[in-house]
């Protein structure tokens, strides 16, 4: 007995010991990449624009928030609330320019601008401005800040916070302020509708407005305000400009009140004597409010009436047309975003709300939202509404876990604002750790790669936990924490669905790879499986969407409308539907100007997809028809515009890719623009280079609608990790190779004619020599361009083909050179786990004394689409000229740019070719200003005819000396004359000068030194 | 003399009239048999006899898809045989590529519809589809892609790097070494199509008494009873087999473009089919394309004549 009670306590003993140095190395490893936050060394923003390897350090090293809570000395609350007004309190500013600067506005001067009598200060959306003030009490403040958003781009407002020259916490770079959006409806109250009477998608606008931000964590995983420890003494706080200008009155600083609970709400109510009302019933649809003075407002413009046939119960409804009738859905799902309500209720006393909507995106789960009631939470528990998952419609009360429901205390003639938040909710904690432990593993896993490569030796002791220690103990926490989120969640839904199995099985491979170090190696190709997986799980469970039909405040007890229609009804709504689909005529869908079949009728095809023609349509409709008087057809077609010219039943505008478009043109088949009105000051929107490739001897063919380049996308984490600078020459960037190698990492190259054209262009070269008869890749730079090329690849072994976004993901290639829109695009769905750790800038160069930006040469080539007037334009040349011209105006191309950023999400941004409309574009400072860089030095290349053949040739030559080792210069010189002859063959066909090239005499056009 | 004989209406005799006179009173004696082969004869003129003549016409021609084409002459066959490299580089592809293709994917085809025949029915449907379902499936060839991709991470060049065969991932389709080879293989993987199908067909068709016949008359051992009952019953399906495996190897181009690229490195694998589409598409010389066409045309019709001849020795 005496035995068995010491083994316990041995055994107790030993439990505690285990855990706590489990824990510890738990701890450590949390503590493990950022541990030199002690330190904290964040310097005051500088330039904006620099990328130094400090500078990317010291933004990746700033601590979280739980951590900077944790090492305050002292947890006390103020019990004062100050107000500092930044007009008063501003002392310098950094980084502005004389376009972009702080302006100070004295009340008067605000009140006449932005309509309040109080002091102001304008901050832009470049640089940072520092404030000074006094604190009296030493203590914990949340801050609430006065802003005025104005009006400008289509994105929020985004600063970085620093308080005394440093960022406080990492979650003060992110503080994002919501403009005020508002739908433009007919007449004030309804949506505006096509020929057939489908409701059309109303566009947005913002809605300048003085609204208060209450500093708090953007991405939801800290729930209450976020509140930063002041001594009594004088202080800074300083604006760094993200995204957007904006204008701020005041700070005002005071000690965080949690809301009163429901149940001390409740004493009040009865303390106060409310009753509840009798027999009201508001109902608010919650697409439009129908009251052209209290329109919805809402945070983003993405967030839209949406059309729902999935019921007929929704309403409005109509078995044939579209219908906007709900609002949400999966536009409304990002933590923070919120839609607002105005009512004014014609009776006093305790209404309860209920509301309808659908949930059927996260199974097994549930999404939250916050309801403030005139800005305030009306009590604790509204912090984080639940809405549970159900696959069809339902019709609730907002209630509490155990289904009894709130009640919300209005005024009659009172007007109340109800804004309805996104949140994490209660899952903001559990998601917080297992983001913590998302970017352990993806730190671990590239310790490990850079030991192992990509494809280790399985056979091979490594020695991971002598050479890697921290990185296995990550992989130990991480699997411990994973499985207490596990248990957790399966606590609080009720059940293992599909999204705690997929924790489940990365936690079976984190333990595996932990218990046995063999494993570690054998399974990296699986760990970076999962990083992946648990980066996708987290986005997916982050995302809250939410789709609402309508709301009621009512009589609290009140019997509630069904939800959803019983079966007959609905198989009665589905006939009804599929009959009348017989007689709707889709083609005209979206039109809402009668299109008249005259000889002024312009006739567009685009290859560009459903949404982005509707999006052209509508501002067809609502700008060019009204304006012009100019029927326009807009017809989605899959290619053979070639053919149907041909045929003579082709189209008057086209878009084509530049080759095409010349290609067409020195066939007759595109007309050329020089003699149109106005074509000189339409051609002063794009940049030369974009211009050029649409240019053939003097005459041009066609306006660029987008223009695309190679930008460098890096990954600053990994770099900053490894001490490396980003590289501005390609010099540097050789220098960087050999290190990046060692640690089994690599570089995306564009190969082939892409990376020869971009060396070409780099060392001052030209593709064509002779005005286009000859091809110039005998000469002498051209040759030296295509060596270094082969070079790289050669002596580097960069690899040829690779999934770049993919392997810029798991930090394989964290230097990419590559097409900018499209890899952007694709890196913000793809993957939000490396949100923040990348970004893009302008490409390596080459030192050259003549570039007097900066010493190097760093231009991008080019990617061009036109639009074209096609041979059909011939009758109406005037018309389809007004439509070009139209059309790639600055404001047309930013206002569909924008709609289609609004539409079809962050992944769509356009690369417009028009140099106004880029600014409007939804990119942040940063990125704008890394973009301009490149835009700036940009070169088109010619499209000759005869063009088509270099590629083939330049690859084959590239080819030859990759796979065979075959010299550069000599594999280059073989293709040279092929090219030149059929470069030859082609103008003779087409009537143009050229130079007799043959086999013979080819050598007289290489150069000699 | 024609007039003659309609005046007197005597009974006709087939000497008393001109050839023309016999067919017409022919066709309208059989009018019904020539209504019922109508429809497939116009379309079969609009889709296929029509073309073909249009497209010897425009080899004459320097049609360019647009503006009107001016007649000249052989220019475009000159050409096409004294001064165009790449196309004697594809017409050796072209050869090489349907002289293993061809009967390749004939005797394999063969082979496996033999095998197949002498499983139990139940079986021989499951295996009939399971072989079949590779040409059926349209684009499944693509999956040679990702085995054969020239990224570290497709399965081939994973393995081969796994082993420590090799240290640097191999271009496959990207090699001029690699690409013909590759090609082929692809092609006889895909090629058990149609022709498979009508083998499988013909055995079946084969009347079982004709084997004991046979026996009867001395046949000794599998083989003969293949070489002298079987395949004799079968030579129809033998012929449309024939004729679609050669159609098939020398319009080989579609397969090549998806797995090596347009053209493949170093004409590699550019068949006739390839340089048809190279100055019918890219360059639109259509003119020249329709040379390229006729030739290739003309090459088929040969080697189907050829194949006639063979299949004609059948059982002999």
Not at chain 1, 557 to 568: D, E, I
Not at chain 1, 808 to 827: C, H, K, V, W
Not at chain 2, 275 to 301: K, N, P
Request: proline fraction near 4%; charge should be negative.
């Amino acid at each position: 007995m005496k035995k068995s009670m010491f083994k316990r306590l041995l055994c107790g003993f030993l439990t505690v010991l285990m855990l706590s140095g489990v824990s510890a190395t738990g701890t450590m490893a949390a503590a493990g990449p950022e541990n030199n936050s002690a330190g904290l060394t964040t310097s005051a923003p500088e330039e904006t624009t620099k990328n130094s390897l400090e500078e990317i350090k010291a933004i990746l090293d700033t601590p979280g928030y739980d951590e900077y809570v944790a090492s305050l000395d002292s947890t006390k609350k103020a019990t004062e609330t100050f107000t500092v007004n930044l007009a008063d309190a501003f002392v310098s500013s950094k980084g502005t320019d004389e376009e972009r600067k702080v302006e100070k506005l004295s009340a008067s001067q605000t009140k006449e601008k932005y309509g309040k009598d109080v002091a102001s200060i304008y901050l832009p959306e470049v640089g940072s401005a520092t404030f000074q003030f006094e604190v009296k009490e030493d203590g914990l403040y949340m801050l609430e800040i006065e802003y005025y958003s104005v009006l400008a781009k289509a994105t929020s407002i985004e600063r970085m916070l620093y308080i005394d020259g440093k960022i406080p916490f990492s979650e003060a770079r992110y503080l994002t302020m919501y403009k005020t959006w508002v739908d433009n409806l007919e007449e004030g109250s309804s949506f505006k509708q096509d020929l057939t009477g489908n409701d059309i998608r109303p566009t947005k606008s913002q809605l300048p407005s003085w609204n208060t931000y209450t500093f708090s964590d953007s991405t939801g995983f800290v729930v209450d305000p976020l509140q930063i420890y002041l001594t009594a003494g004088t202080h800074t706080l300083s604006f760094e400009a993200v995204r957007e200008p904006v204008v701020i009155s005041t700070v005002t600083f005071k000690p965080y009140v949690a809301p009163p609970t429901y149940a001390e709400l409740l004493a009040e109510y009865e303390k106060n004597g409310y009753q509840p009302v009798e027999d009201v019933k508001i109902r608010i649809e919650a697409e439009n409010s129908g009251n052209s003075e209290y329109p919805i407002l809402t945070s983003d413009q993405t967030i839209y009436p949406l059309n729902d046939r999935t019921s007929p119960k929704t309403y409005p409804q109509d078995a044939s047309k579209t219908k906007l009738n709900t609002i949400g859905s999966d536009k409304w799902k990002t933590n923070g975003q919120w839609i607002k309500y105005t009512i004014t209720p014609e009776k006093t006393g305790l209404y309860e709300i209920s509301m309808r909507f659908k949930q059927s995106s996260l199974e097994g789960m549930y999404v939250s939202r916050r309801i403030y009631i005139n800005g305030e939470i009306p009590f604790r528990e509204a912090s984080y509404l639940e809405f549970l998952y159900k696959d069809e419609w339902q019709n609730k009360r907002l209630a509490s876990e155990d289904g009894t429901a709130y009640q919300f205390y209005f005024e009659a003639g009172k007007t109340y604002e109800i804004k309805f938040e996104v949140v994490l909710g209660s899952m903001s904690e559990i998601l917080d750790r297992v983001d913590n432990v998302l970017s352990l593993m993806n730190q671990s896993y590239l310790k490990i790669l850079m030991i192992t490569g990509s494809s280790p030796d399985q056979y091979r002791d490594y020695n991971f936990s002598r050479l890697i220690p921290e990185a296995i103990n990550n992989l130990v926490f991480s699997a411990k924490e994973l499985k207490a989120v596990s248990k957790e969640l399966k606590a609080i839904t009720g059940q293992t669905g599909s999204h705690v199995a997929t924790l489940n099985k990365i936690i079976v491979l984190l333990e595996r790879m932990t218990s046995d170090e063999s494993q570690v190696a054998k399974n990296l190709e699986n760990l970076k499986t999962y990083i992946g997986t648990l980066g996708t799980w987290l986005l997916d469970s982050r995302s809250q969407p939410l789709e609402v039909d309508y709301f009621v405040l009512q009589t609290p007890g009140t019997k509630l409308a069904k939800a959803n229609s019983n079966f007959f009804q609905s198989l009665w709504f589905e006939i009804k539907a599929f009959i009348l689909s017989f007689f709707v005529d889709y083609s005209t869908l979206g039109a809402t100007v009668e299109i008249k079949d005259d000889d002024k009728k312009v006739e567009v095809w685009t290859t560009i997809g459903r949404e982005k023609s509707k999006i052209m349509r509508q501002l067809v409709d609502s700008d060019f028809m009204q304006n012009n008087e100019i029927s326009v057809e807009i017809k989605l077609v899959s290619g053979g515009v070639l053919q149907s010219t041909l045929a003579g039943i082709g189209p008057d505008i086209a878009f084509l890719a530049s080759a095409d478009c010349v290609n067409y043109a020195i066939r007759d088949a595109v007309l050329p623009l020089n003699e149109m009105e106005g074509f000189d000051e339409v051609m002063t929107r794009f940049p030369k280079a974009a211009t050029d490739t649409l240019t053939l001897y003097g005459e041009t063919y066609g306006l660029p609608n987008t223009m695309t380049f190679l930008m460098m996308f890096y990954r600053m984490d990994i770099l900053a990790d490894l001490g490396l600078e980003v590289p501005r020459t390609w010099d540097d960037l050789k220098r960087i190779i050999p290190i990046l190698q060692t640690n089994h990492m690599t570089i995306g190259f564009p190969s082939k004619t892409a990376g020869t054209k971009l060396f070409l262009y780099q060392m001052g070269g030209e593709m064509y020599a002779d005005d286009g008869k000859r091809i110039n890749l005998s000469s002498n730079v051209a040759l030296s361009a295509f060596t270094e090329l082969t070079d790289l690849f050669q002596s580097y072994r960069f690899p040829l083909t690779y999934d770049a976004a993919n392997r810029f993901r798991t930090g394989e290639m964290p230097i990419l050179i590559a097409d900018y829109i499209s890899l952007y695009n694709q890196l913000t769905v793809f993957a939000p786990e490396i949100a923040g750790l990348w970004e893009f800038i302008s490409l390596p160069g080459f030192e050259d004394e003549n570039d007097t930006v900066d010493g190097i040469n760093n231009c991008s080539v080019v990617t061009v689409e036109g639009v074209c007037l096609m041979k059909g334009a011939e009758d109406n040349p005037e018309e389809s000229w007004k439509f070009l011209e139209w059309f790639t105006r600055g404001d047309v191309q930013s206002s569909y740019s924008n709609e289609l950023v609004a539409v079809v999400g962050q992944s769509s941004k356009n690369a417009t070719a028009n140099i106004e409309a880029l600014k409007d574009l939804p990119w942040s400072s940063r990125e704008y200003n890394n973009l301009m860089e490149q835009f700036n030095e940009t070169v088109g290349i010619t499209e000759y005819p005869g063009g088509y053949i270099i590629t083939r040739y330049v690859d084959f030559a590239f080819m030859d000396v990759y796979n065979n080792g075959a010299n550069a210069t000599e594999a280059m010189l073989d293709y040279v004359t092929e090219i030149n002859k059929e470069i030859t063959r082609k103008r003779k066909e087409f009537g143009y000068d050229y130079l007799e090239i043959t086999y013979s005499n080819s050598s007289d056009y290489i150069e000699s030194e | 003399m024609s007039a003659n004989t309609a005046v007197k209406k005597k009974a006709t005799n087939r000497s008393e009239m001109s050839k023309a006179a016999w067919t017409w009173k022919e066709i309208k004696r059989n009018k019904t048999a020539y209504v019922m082969i109508a429809p497939f004869v116009i379309l079969f003129f609009i889709f296929t006899i029509l073309p073909v003549g249009v497209s010897i016409v425009l080899s004459f021609t320097d049609f360019n898809m647009l503006q009107t084409p001016d007649f000249v002459f052989m220019d475009n066959y000159i050409t096409l045989f004294l001064d165009d490299d790449i196309f004697i580089t594809s017409v050796k592809n072209t050869f090489i590529f349907a002289a293993i293709v061809g009967p390749g994917s004939y005797l394999l085809s063969f082979i496996c519809a033999w095998f197949i025949n002498e499983l139990s029915p139940k079986i021989r449907a499951i295996v009939t589809l399971i072989f079949y379902s590779p040409s059926i499936s349209g684009g499944a060839y693509l999956m040679w892609n990702i085995v054969f991709s020239s990224d570290s991470y497709g399965y081939a060049n994973a393995l081969l790097i796994d082993f420590g065969f090799i240290n640097m991932p191999i271009q496959w389709f990207q090699d001029a070494d690699y690409v013909m080879p590759l090609c082929i293989v692809v092609a006889l993987w895909t090629s058990l199509g149609t022709a498979f199908l009508s083998f499988i067909a013909g055995f079946q068709g084969v009347d079982h008494s004709l084997y004991e016949a046979g026996a009867v008359d001395g046949i000794k051992n599998r083989w003969q009873e293949l070489w002298y009952v079987t395949l004799p019953t079968m030579k129809p399906q033998l012929m449309f087999g024939a004729v679609m495996a050669i159609t098939q190897a020398f319009g080989f181009g579609a397969i090549v473009t998806s797995l090596a690229g347009f053209p493949s490195v170093d004409y590699a694998a550019h068949t006739i089919m390839h340089h048809l589409e190279d100055y019918g598409t890219t360059r639109w010389e259509v003119g020249y394309a329709s040379a390229i066409a006729t030739v290739l045309f003309l090459i088929m019709y040969g080697s189907n004549a050829l194949v006639k001849k063979l299949l004609s020795k059948v059982g002999n």
